[in-house]
Every structure is written in C-alpha cells, then in structure tokens.
Nanobody, 125 residues
Framework: QLQLVESGGGLVHPGGSLRLSCATS????????IGWFRQAPGKEREGVSC????????YYADSVKGRFTISRDFAKNTVYLQMNSLRPEDTALYYC??????????????????WGQGTQVTVSS
C-alpha cells in the first residue's frame, strides 16, 4: 500500500484558486504516475489530471484544461494540482492516486491501485 495524503482543499468563491497537495514517498514519485480524481455527490469518480513518473508528461480532462495545472516537487515528494478560475461544478471530493500499469497515465480510475483519503473542494458564493 503506497502512502498518499491529500491536503489543501477548502471553500472558495467562483473564480478563485486553490492548490491541492498530494504528499507521498520518493519511491512512489520515482516509479509511479500520480493522478488527481474528483467525485461529486451522486456522480461517478472523474479523472482530472495525471503526471507520468519518467518524463513528467501530463494529462488533463477537457473540463479543466487551461484552468488546472499538475506539477511535482521531488525535494518535497509532493504532487500539486493548481486550480484556477474555479467554478461551482468543480465542487467535489478530490483524491490523488498512483499507478504504474502503463507507459502513460490516464484519467481511467481502474488503472490506479492506491488512493489517498481525499480533500474536499467547495466552490460557492
């Protein structure tokens, strides 16, 4: 079981920004792609973004392209999700997860075996 701990969620007004953090281990960051997912009440879990371990290439869901940015800090063993121009429809429980199943990560939740506990993001006026 890999260790993945999310933080940084909160309440923000529409148009605002938040930065989520996913703290993990050096081993995980070196050998696993890290993905961000979200799940709103009554909806399926949705892949938001992911970053590959070897070359740092990234994936974004269409709904967040141009607004969200995924990055990683090897010194802190942390992956970040910078969320700008937030909308009420971005409200959800956000999870980070790890996978090393394929060469490139995706937003398919079934590729990921290890998950964090989640952090709540609420966008409301």
């Amino acid at each position: 079981q890999l260790q993945l701990v999310e933080s940084g969620g909160g309440l923000v007004h529409p148009g605002g920004s938040l930065r989520l953090s996913c703290a993990t281990s050096k081993f995980t960051l070196d050998y696993y792609a890290i993905g961000w997912f979200r799940q709103a009440p009554g909806k399926e879990r949705e892949g938001v973004s992911c970053i590959n371990s070897d070359d740092g290439s990234t994936y974004y869901a269409d709904s967040v392209k141009g607004r969200f940015t995924i990055s990683r800090d090897f010194a802190k063993n942390t992956v970040y999700l910078q969320m700008n121009s937030l909308r009420p429809e971005d409200t959800a429980l956000y999870y980070c997860a790890a996978t090393n199943k394929y060469r490139y990560c995706s937003g398919d939740m079934y590729e990921y075996d290890d998950w964090g506990q989640g952090t709540q993001v609420t966008v409301s006026s």
